[in-house]
Nanobody, 118 residues
Framework: QVQLVESGGGLVQAGGSLSLSCAASGRTFTSYRMGWFRQAPGKEREFVASITWTGDITSYADSVKGRFTISRGSAKNTVYLQMNSLKPEGTAVYYC???????????WGQGTQVTVSS
């Protein structure tokens, strides 16, 4: 089993920055990648960014390219999402997820709220 705990959400003005963290614990040693997703009110959950467990491959949604950066911590079981130039449409609950078997994201955190005011 794997446990994921997000932190770092909050309220920020448009154009501002926030950094999210996700700490993974449990049986993580065989994991393939970690990712961030978000779900805005009334909308489906969408992909934001991902990074392989080794940290050598990253992927971003077009809507956040150039503004968000995903990275791995030195402890490797922590993933960060640096969000710059935030827009009001970025208001959502942000979820951390882990793909343990290179099939799908099978573990999810509880989510952290990010609110961007205009």
């Amino acid at each position: 089993q794997v446990q994921l705990v997000e932190s770092g959400g909050g309220l920020v003005q448009a154009g501002g920055s926030l950094s999210l963290s996700c700490a993974a614990s449990g049986r993580t040693f065989t994991s393939y990648r970690m990712g961030w997703f978000r779900q805005a009110p009334g909308k489906e959950r969408e992909f934001v960014a991902s990074i392989t467990w080794t940290g050598d491959i990253t992927s971003y949604a077009d809507s956040v390219k150039g503004r968000f950066t995903i990275s791995r911590g030195s402890a490797k079981n922590t993933v960060y999402l640096q969000m710059n130039s935030l827009k009001p449409e970025g208001t959502a609950v942000y979820y951390c997820a882990l793909d343990s078997r290179r099939l799908k994201y099978d573990y999810w955190g509880q989510g952290t709220q990010v609110t961007v005011s205009s």
